[in-house]
């Protein structure tokens, strides 16, 4: 039997639930408990292998303290007239933000006192990019 691939906008719902739950520091687990499901269930959500209903959507976002189109903002394939275009490219921009490194990036920047401490970790960010790679 032929393995099927995740659908790219299950990925990316599942890549937005694990965003932002990451955000607020919530573990797979909790999350799990607080939508009545397996912690592995959630990880099959966030790595778009199982879809998630519309009602679990709806109760995640609740949860998770988000409107429901928080979870497809940025979704890969919306044309300006509404319609999808299926297989289309995930932004690159939101997709290195959507990764680990991205999330605590994010989350350093926000939980910044002040905005001297943003700038200071914004020149970082770009001193680090602009810098060569060591041979």
């Known amino acids: 039997m032929a393995r099927r691939d995740p659908n790219y906008i299950d990925v990316h719902v599942g890549t937005r639930i694990r965003m932002r ?10 999350l799990g408990e607080l939508l009545g499901i397996t912690f592995q269930q959630v990880q099959k959500y966030e790595k778009g292998a199982n879809r998630i209903s ?3 959507l709806f109760y995640a976002a609740k949860t998770l303290g ?3 189109n928080f979870f497809f903002e940025g979704l890969p394939g919306l044309e300006a007239d509404g319609g999808l275009k299926e297989g289309a490219q995930p ?17 350093a920047f926000r939980d910044a006192s002040t905005p001297q401490k943003r700038k200071l ?6 001193q680090v990019a ?3 790679e060591p041979a």
């Open 121 to 126: 970790i914004a020149a970082l960010a770009r």
């Open 130 to 132: 602009d810098s060569k």
């Open 21 to 30: 739950r990451q955000l607020i520091n919530m573990s797979q687990e909790r």
């Open 91 to 107: 932004d690159e921009f939101m997709s290195s933000l959507m990764t680990p490194e991205g999330i605590q990036l994010a989350k």
């Open 66 to 68: 988000v409107p429901i």
């Open 54 to 56: 519309a009602s679990r």
